[in-house]
């Protein structure tokens, strides 16, 4: 344990960049939005002061309107497309792209000054929450218009779950981009864990498209052809609520308190209605037809997380969902597969179609823990330390073999493994 520690130390060290940590140092050279939520986390294992950095570097990316984009590219780098020019964002300072992702921020920043040995903590968190609050802000007003409790999203990028196979059939309706272009991603890992071209064809197509827009919020809400509410992503907002509330109202801001409580609220009434009695867990929904996204993926078991199990039905909605969490845990010697193997988009090597992700595995097993599910919390944290022992510090595993995938020397696997070894 002590070995693994220190190499996971060593690997966020090897990964700084002053200030932010790259996740691993080619395939993603830059600082990424979620990434640097979880890496903070395990900065404050052992360096305190570099783990507010990572937050604060990371909040000077922010837009005027709120926006905390997915990517801030601090420093130019080569070894990845696309850069800020192809979003159009290069006359930022510092550039972006210009979508965001799952906002895990605040909770990490909740459970950062709970465990904090900083006497002054809350001097620092005067600047950073109300830069939170602004980002919660924007989710509502430019991806919930039309206030509905749940807010939108254009781009798997912004997901975070880039090629689930819930995405399939939303993205298969989105243009294929004319324009040639080249990838970098599959120049550093084999191409065989990372999303196909035709996937690509559609990504490109649609930065494209916001830029072509001016990056104009109405516009795009009206117009963009993909536009899907996805649970994972509302799941990770509406627990972020409740932890900037608290983290409100530490600070006195009570009004921003009050909103956030608010949103989470309406948004937990919300979220309910994607519950499938057919398939007995929660599901994404494609506001553009309509439909539910019914792939059989991780993102349900973050309804533990986001603390939306509430009202009459919460109770037989948990059984449910631990009857459905015993079927993955049953399904491959590691656990948790991002798509479980009778989904007919099951790709164990690929990235999101079946791949065990460690900081998944973790925030699953922090709402577990949370609703008394101590067994389960358990195998999931062991089944990750025991994939990085075994495998390596690597971005994703094979849930069949336990073989470390994509990116090497990586910072989120680094972090989870500090915090679980904590
Ligand atoms: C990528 O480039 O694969 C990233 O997931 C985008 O954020």
């Known amino acids: 344990q002590d070995q693994l520690r220190s190499a996971a130390q060593a690997t966020l060290r090897a990964n ?3 200030g932010y940590a790259v996740p691993s140092p080619r395939l993603y050279p830059f600082q ?5 939520a979880v890496n903070a986390v395990g900065w404050q294992t052992f360096d305190e002061p570099r783990a507010w950095q990572e937050i604060e570097t990371l909040l000077t990316g922010q837009w005027a309107n709120g926006l905390l984009p997915s990517i801030v590219f601090h420093r130019p780098a080569d070894s990845y497309f696309p850069g800020p020019q192809e979003w159009g964002c290069d006359h930022l300072t510092p550039p972006t792209t210009s979508i965001s992702q799952p906002p895990l921020l605040a909770t990490m920043v909740r459970r950062m000054r709970d465990h904090s040995r900083d006497p002054q903590v809350d001097q620092r968190l005067r600047t950073i929450v109300p830069k939170i609050v602004d980002w919660h802000r924007w989710w509502y007003r430019d991806r919930d218009p039309e206030q509905t409790g749940l807010v939108v999203t ?5 997901t975070g779950s880039d090629n689930s196979p819930a995405w399939d059939e939303p993205l298969a309706r989105v243009p294929a981009t004319p324009r040639s272009y080249q990838r970098r991603d599959t120049g550093v890992v084999d191409g065989s864990m990372r999303p196909h071209k035709a996937e690509y064809d559609r990504f490109v197509y649609l930065l494209d498209f916001f830029r072509d827009c ?3 919020p109405r516009r795009i809400y009206d117009e963009c052809p993909l536009r899907i509410v996805d649970f994972a992503l509302n799941a990770i907002l509406l627990r972020a609520n409740l932890d900037l509330a608290h983290l409100c109202e530490a600070l006195g801001l009570h009004s921003d308190a009050a909103q956030l409580r608010d949103w989470h609220q309406r948004g937990a ?9 057919t398939l007995r867990r929660h599901v994404s929904l494609d506001t553009r037809s309509g439909k539910p996204l019914p792939s059989r993926t991780h993102a349900g078991f973050l309804a533990w997380y986001a603390h939306v199990f509430t009202g009459e039905s919460g109770p037989q909605r948990q059984l449910d969902l631990l009857a459905e969490l015993d079927e993955f845990l049953g399904a491959t010697r590691h656990a948790l597969a991002s798509t479980h193997p009778t989904d007919p988009g099951y790709d164990p090597r690929r990235y999101w179609r079946g791949a065990v992700w460690p900081h998944i595995n973790w925030l699953v097993a922090e709402g577990l823990a ?3 599910h101590a067994a389960q919390a358990q195998r999931l944290r062991d089944d990750t ?7 390596g510090l690597f971005e994703y595993f094979a849930p069949d073999t336990g073989e470390g995938l994509g990116g090497p020397d990586f910072s989120w696997t680094a972090a989870i493994t500090l915090i679980l070894l904590q």
């Open 385 to 391: 330390l025991a994939l990085v022992q075994a495998g």
């Open 16 to 18: 700084d960049r002053g």
């Open 269 to 277: 009434a919300a979220i309910a209605t994607l519950w499938s009695p």
């Open 370 to 372: 949370e609703h008394g």
């Open 32 to 36: 990424w939005n979620w990434d640097a």
């Open 214 to 216: 001016r990056f104009d």
């Open 154 to 158: 254009y781009h798997p990028w912004e």
